[in-house]
């Protein structure tokens, strides 16, 4: 096994075999021993009671050697050993001799150092001993030092205390919502207010700091990562969990079709997401654009009629003609048939503003804002009459419009501009001279 650490400087220095050198090669020696025999172990040959006993001590041992490896990490650092190997710091030094991330590394650097404190020996004498798990203690560790500056000393050693006791019978995420209320427990004339106080800035930090990105992989799939308040996250697991609940379904919704097998629970937990996108009514959303946030499929009748072909969306991607003709049935979807009967679209001048039917036909015709090199879609775009109705005897009808985005919308508007429409229907303006 080869260690991390040296051996003291020439002032402690011990030969090879003698003091703490030659505990270090036993313990070394043993460790490996240890996990090798456990690498060979025979399960099959254990009864359950074994099998069991033995998961409950291999979790208590990851715990220790967690804490082992914590403190020795954060000796290295405070002998700055990074320096012998021209490294920026600990952290790196430590990810780069073990292939550990360095965001694990300067994780673990932390963990270690915190446990070093004096007020958190007693945190770190339950990890050594195998009586709490790591998690556990980072949490009651961030607990404790989330609690306000005005609290004593011996408050703050009464609510870790509290929460040392309390993580025998919980788990990190237990205990981490018990130490949002642990004055209430230790200290009830403050641990109210604290509690509200540190409940309404998670809200705010979660409500600034909510985020969400997509991205199409180009193989027919798209790809995201989101960030929502707390809140909203249980309502969303809450639908997910209704809409794939195993009693609105049969086996062979449950079960993959190529292989057969049971859907894992992320999988089926996907197909209800898409559920749940594809049956919100769209109704209940705001208007954008003019229209409902709906997506419009295009498609030829030939298509539709024989579910042969493709169909395209209204931002330009291209799906099957079955899964169109699958989401021409549901709600928020709009399909526009070609060849087929239509809403009157042409309205001349009955009336000023378009209708929902002509914002779908601009978006489809224009794609988005028809001014070159814009990218906005359909759906950020404002419908606007090359020939004004007001003033110029324009028409309400798909010949007369185009689309804009807002900002070459106030272009087309502007007088010290000149707008020159091109023979593919896109637009350039010239500042006049």
Known sequence: MVSLVPDPPSGEWHAPGTGASARLEALSAGLEAVLDGLGDL???????????GLVQHLTAATGRLTHA??????????????HQSGHRSTAAWYADATRVTLREARRLLKFGLELGYDANAPVATALAAGQIRADQAAVILRSVNALPDTIDNATKAQARDRLLTDAADFDADGLRRLGKGILDVVAPEVGESHEQKVLAKEAAAAAQGASLTMYDDGHGRTHGTFTIPAHQGAMLRQAIHAIANPKRHDHDDLKDPTTGDWRSVPERH????GELIERYPTDQLPETGGVNAQVVVTMNLDTLLSGIGTATLDNGDRIDAGTARRLACEAGIIPAVLGGPSEVLDLGRSRRFHSKAQRIALGIRDRGCTARGCTIPPSGCHAHHDRQWARDHGHTNLHDCRLYCPHHHRRAHDPTYQTVIHADNTVTFHRRR
């Open 69 to 82: 490896l914590a403190r020795t990490v954060a000796d290295a650092d405070r002998r700055a050993l990074h």
């Open 42 to 52: 025979s399960l099959t040959g254990l009864s359950d009671d074994q099998v069991a």
């Open 270 to 273: 996907g197909h209800a997401f």
